[in-house]
C-alpha cells in the first residue's frame, strides 16, 4: 500500500470509528426520554447540547492542530469521544447526561478540520475530490450501521450498553492515525510523497519562445 493511500485507510477507518459513538444518541433518544421521563423540550435540548457544541468547537480546534499538529489534536480527539461515551452511558441523570453530550460534542470537533486538511495536503488536486469523498463515505457508514446495531442492542438489554460497549471502537483506531498521520503541518521537512503546492499560473513557464521586443525607434530631434 502506498503513502497516500495508507493515510486514506487510517483516517478513514478512524473517521468511521469517531461515527459509531458520536451517532448514538439519534438511536438511542427514545430509550433515554422513557429512561428519564423527559419532555419533548428537554429531549430536543439534548441533542441541540450535543450538535451544538460539535459545531462550536471545529473551528478553535483546528486552530489548535494548525499550531501543535493534527495528528496530536486527532488522536486525543478519539480518545475522549471515547471517554464521554462511557460517561454518556452511566450518566445518572438527565444533567449528567447534558454535560457528558456537550463534553461528546466538543471532543468530536478534534477530527473533522485536522483529517481534512491531511487528506488535503497529501493528495494532489487531481485525487483530492475521490480522497475527500471516500474519507467522508466512511464516516457515513457509521452512522447507517452504528445505530441500527445499537437499536437492536437496546432492546435486547439497555440504552446504556451501546453507550458503553461501542466506546471501545475509537482508542484502537488512534493507532493507525498516529502511524499514518504526520504530527505537523507541509513544510520544508515534509516527505516526498506530500502533495506540493499548486503553482501559480502566471509563474509557470510557457511553451513557446516568447518574442522580444522590438528595438525603440532612435528620437530624432526636429529642427
Known amino acids: 500500500m502506498s503513502d497516500r493511500r495508507a493515510v486514506l485507510a487510517g483516517l478513514s477507518i478512524a473517521h468511521f470509528a469517531q461515527h459509531v459513538v458520536s451517532s448514538l444518541l439519534s438511536a438511542l433518544l427514545p430509550f433515554i426520554r422513557d429512561a428519564f421521563a423527559l419532555s419533548n423540550a428537554q429531549a430536543g435540548l439534548a441533542v441541540s447540547a450535543y450538535t451544538i457544541a460539535s459545531g462550536l468547537s471545529n473551528a478553535p480546534l483546528g486552530l ?4 501543535t499538529g493534527s495528528r ?3 488522536v486525543l480527539g478519539l480518545v475522549a469521544v471515547a471517554a464521554t461515551s462511557v ?9 449528567w447526561l ?7 460534542g466538543i471532543a468530536s470537533g478534534t477530527y473533522h478540520a485536522p483529517a481534512s486538511a ?3 495536503e497529501t493528495f ?3 485525487r483530492r475530490g475521490i480522497a ?15 445505530p441500527l446495531a ?9 440504552w446504556r450498553a451501546p453507550s458503553i460497549r461501542f466506546a471501545l471502537a475509537p482508542p484502537p483506531s488512534a493507532g493507525p492515525a498516529l502511524r499514518v498521520a504526520r504530527s505537523g503541518v507541509c513544510g520544508p521537512a515534509a516527505p516526498a510523497w506530500v502533495a506540493p503546492p499548486p503553482v501559480p499560473a502566471r509563474a509557470r513557464p510557457s511553451g513557446g519562445s516568447r518574442r522580444s521586443p522590438p528595438p525603440a525607434s532612435p528620437v530624432v530631434p526636429s529642427s
Request: proline letters at 4%; zero cysteines.
Open 150 to 158: 445499537a437499536g437492536f442492542l437496546a432492546l435486547a438489554s439497555s
Open 98 to 104: 447534558l454535560v457528558a453530550l456537550v463534553a461528546m
Open 87 to 95: 460517561v454518556i452511558g452511566l450518566a445518572p441523570s438527565y444533567w
Open 118 to 120: 491531511l487528506i488535503a
Open 64 to 67: 489548535l492542530a494548525d499550531r
Open 124 to 126: 494532489p488536486f487531481a
Open 72 to 74: 496530536r489534536v486527532i
Open 132 to 146: 475527500l469523498g471516500t474519507h467522508t463515505t466512511a464516516g457515513h457508514l457509521a452512522f447507517f450501521a452504528a
